[in-house]
């Protein structure tokens, strides 16, 4: 059975909505990242990257939320384009433009907006103009169609639903009027049956909430040293 390694974060929050999608049966493994739990001997074997998610399959291994998506959709055949070489190289070019631009100025968007040790403008300003400007790509290519890859609902809406449900936090609220096409697709997905039962995960078990001086450590472990001024 696939054990899929998570906490309540964007990209396992992805992972959850493909696996409640697909009805794959699967045993949930938290990972509590405020508790240190991601830099377990146990846990770095499975993911030397310390962060969440991963998916172990009997004796295979993958981690990153997007070659996680990528996996399971080549292992079932669901929530695929149709297989063509054209389709190929858009379905790859999608994941790696979310994985390498989305993902990435969302979080440091977030990160120097509420939990840097100072408020620096600069970086805040630099994180929120890419992550709204690659929002902002995705909502052209949704002015084309339904869904990112055309008209069939693939794992690149899942991927790009991850951390686009969540463009009040990373930007904020009024950036939806911006990005009509992709607050469609966001709420489109929202409606699905299977987004109630991902975001029901955080009924199973209750990770840590506070941000405490253990929590900070293990989080934020650039800042141990770290003075301000």
């Keep these: 059975m696939l054990k899929f390694y998570y906490n309540l974060g964007p990209n396992p929050t992805k992972v959850a909505l493909f696996l409640e999608e697909s009805g794959l049966e699967y045993e949930l493994v938290p990972v509590d990242t405020r508790k240190g739990e991601q830099f377990t001997p146990e ?3 499975i993911n030397p990257n310390a962060k969440a998610p991963s998916l172990t399959d009997g004796d295979v291994t993958i981690f990153d939320s997007n070659a996680i ?5 080549e292992k079932t055949g669901q929530f695929m384009p149709a ?11 999608w994941l790696m ?5 989305v993902g990435p100025y969302s979080g440091q968007s977030v990160h120097f907006q509420r ?3 100072e408020k620096l403008p600069y970086a805040i300003n630099r994180y929120r103009f890419e992550a ?17 890859l055309g008209d069939t609902y693939t794992i690149i809406d899942m991927a790009a639903w991850g951390w686009a449900r969540l463009l009040p936090v990373v930007l904020d609220e009024e950036s939806w009027s911006g990005l009509p096409n992709l607050k469609r697709l966001v709420d489109g997905i929202n409606a699905r049956p299977a987004v109630a039962k991902a975001l029901a995960l955080k009924e199973h078990y209750t990770f840590k909430t506070e ?3 253990e929590s900070n450590r293990y989080m934020f472990p650039q800042n141990i040293d770290y003075k301000a001024g």
């Design 43 to 45: 846990y770095l074997a």
């Design 69 to 73: 998506l990528l996996y399971l959709g």
């Design 83 to 93: 297989d063509t070489p054209e389709n190929r190289g858009q379905l790859l070019s």
């Design 97 to 101: 433009f979310i994985a390498s631009g």
């Design 115 to 117: 939990y840097a040790p």
């Design 132 to 148: 709204l400007r690659h929002y902002q790509i995705l909502d052209n290519q949704l002015a084309k169609s339904e869904y990112v």
């Design 211 to 213: 941000m405490d001086a």
